[in-house]
């Protein structure tokens, strides 16, 4: 909600599995918001590792978790990974955003050329 009210377009999943089907429906996300504990068969990072894959790109990421001293961070990543307790402060979050997505949008042509 504080996102979309800030005027940014925001797509959401449940889980890891969920947002795995968003991105192979076309998704193309300049920033991953992950919670370490989904509750399934993988965690944040592990999602995050995964999604990384399927889109080809690799967008920054907040990880958000209750228990930073548990969480572990994504391996496959070329960007930032924020590891974040939560939970966040609606104004940290809106003050992130704007620099994450610019580096995203920024750099993703670079990543891409430099990964064919």
Do not use: H
Not at 58 to 66: C, E, N, S
């Amino acid at each position: 909600m504080v996102l979309s009210g800030d005027g940014y377009s925001v797509s959401s999943a449940a889980n890891g599995s969920e947002a795995l089907r968003l991105v192979a429906q076309g998704l193309q996300p300049d920033l991953l918001i992950m919670d370490f504990n989904l509750g399934e068969e993988m965690n944040g990072a592990e999602a995050t590792e995964q999604l990384q894959r399927a889109l080809g790109y690799t967008p920054p990421v907040i990880l958000l978790t209750g228990d930073p001293s548990n969480a572990e961070l994504p391996w496959i990543t070329e960007m930032p990974v924020w590891l974040a307790r939560k939970p966040m402060s609606p104004r940290l979050l809106l003050a992130a955003v704007p620099c994450l997505v610019q580096l995203s949008r920024s750099t993703r042509p670079l990543i891409n050329a430099s990964t064919r």
